[in-house]
Antibody
């Protein structure tokens, strides 16, 4: 079964740090772009960051640049999001999501597999 | 940054109705537009990619159309299990989601 399972969420004080993990199974993880997408309570979806198959390219939404770092370990089939200098507005459910790809070559900027999400709460 | 504007923000319809949601991009995004369904407490689910392509396993009552700046998402005959919030998402320049359309049963 194709699956993504996030972990690492929790309560953290403003200015603190947290590292999220996403464990992939059921597919060849190293063949896919991967992303983090978040959703603040009662709000819509916001893409946060993505990373190329080999980790050579990374992109971020402006609001997290310089504070968040996306990374991956293909040997461990895992995706990570290191979050530093956390703010109240970072409070959200964080989802990892797989990039839609056909034949390992054609990449569509859509997210076809999602994890269940992990909640991050930034509060004093 | 590309802004995505969905309308309406909420919608009430009856089972069997034809439902239409629109999404407008702040600039030309060709057909780089996807649609998702999100049920309460669940992760989003991809329904339509590249404006009009139905994702594998998605019922054919769902469809999408449009290009450039104006896009439409349609449910041809609303079913009770379609109650959810629907989002459009562009990928012409990074990724941006619309604000969502909450669909309820009348």
């Amino acid at each position: 079964e194709v699956q993504l399972v996030e972990s690492g969420g929790g309560l953290v004080q403003p200015g603190g740090s947290l590292r999220l993990s996403c464990a992939a199974s059921g597919f060849t993880f190293s063949s896919y772009w991967m992303s983090w997408v978040r959703q603040a309570p009662g709000k819509g979806l916001e893409w946060v960051a993505n990373i190329k198959q080999d980790g050579s390219e990374k992109y971020y939404v402006d609001s997290v640049k310089g504070r968040f770092t996306i990374s991956r370990d293909n040997a461990k089939n895992s995706l990570y999001l290191q979050m530093n200098s956390l703010r109240a507005e970072d409070t959200a459910v964080y989802y990892c999501a797989r990039g839609l790809t056909f034949g390992g070559v054609i990449v569509i900027g859509a997210f076809d597999i999602w994890g269940q999400g992990t909640m991050v709460t930034v509060s004093s | 940054d590309i802004q995505m504007t969905q309308s309406p923000s909420s919608l009430s319809a009856s089972v069997g109705d034809r439902v239409t949601i629109t999404c407008q991009a702040s600039q030309d995004i060709s057909n780089y537009l996807n649609w998702y369904q999100q049920k309460p407490g669940k992760a989003p689910k991809l329904l339509i990619y590249d404006a009009s392509n139905l994702e594998t396993g998605v019922p054919s009552r769902f469809s999408g159309s449009g290009s450039g700046t104006d896009f439409t998402f349609t449910i041809s005959s609303l079913q009770p299990e379609d109650i959810a919030t629907y989002y459009c998402q562009q990928y012409d320049n990074l990724f941006t989601f619309g604000q969502g359309t909450r669909l309820e049963i009348k």
